[in-house]
């Protein structure tokens, strides 16, 4: 008798350890597979990803100062994107404008404050403000192989194209794919 309780006991505690390493196995794996996307989080958000927050009123109404943006890293950039880019040179300050013209494009402003690409004008309902040029760049303007002309959505108070010229590909930070509003403004 001593002999059986011996071993259920024994048989008792070697399930109780066999549950515990499953159990720890699974935890291990639990941790494991967190850490792993822990990282690969990091990694997409340095490469594929990132966050910047808006300061300034430049593409209101779209895009308001507070507003979070996320944006992405690769792709192809198409008339209306909203973009970031740095200037070059500044690497420190970040902007954001939608893309008006692509490479090799002919863009003009007329006296009027209609865009024109290629000689027609094109359809802007996000504009507010009128478009008119400082005489800093000369129009008409023919885009080379990798520039983009940006103009912010409120022309009368954004410094773009109009003001600093075609913008590099390799100046172009990502394109805008979320915005959350922390402003509180809507549109």
């Known amino acids: 008798m001593e002999r059986l309780l011996y071993e259920e006991s024994t048989a008792g505690i070697l399930r109780a350890q066999v549950r515990f390493l499953r159990r720890k196995k699974g935890i291990c794996r639990a941790v494991l597979a967190v850490g792993l996307a822990a990282v690969l989080s990091v990694l997409a958000f ?19 100062a507070g507003d979070c943006l996320l944006f992405v890293r690769r792709g192809e950039y198409r008339r209306g994107d909203i973009v970031l880019f740095c200037r070059a040179g500044d690497l420190e300050d970040e902007y954001i404008k939608r893309i008006i013209a692509l490479p090799g494009e002919r863009v003009d402003i007329s006296a ?13 309902p996000y504009a507010s403000g009128q478009t008119i040029g400082d005489g800093s760049v000369q129009f008409p303007l023919l885009l080379g192989a990798d520039e983009y002309f940006v103009l912010g959505d ?8 109009r003001r600093i010229g075609a913008v590099a590909r390799g100046s172009l930070l990502g394109r805008v794919v979320i915005v959350l509003r922390l402003s509180g403004k809507q549109n």
């Not at 340095?46 to 308001?64: D, E, H, K, Q, T």
């Not at 009027?112 to 802007?124: K, M, W």
Request: hydrophobic share 45%.
């Open 154 to 161: 409120n022309r009368e108070v954004s410094h773009d194209s």
């Open 46 to 64: 340095g490469a594929v990803f990132g966050i910047a927050l808006v300061n300034g009123s430049s593409m209101s109404p779209a895009i308001n």
């Open 112 to 124: 009027d404050g209609i865009v024109l690409i290629n000689g027609a004008a094109i359809d802007e």
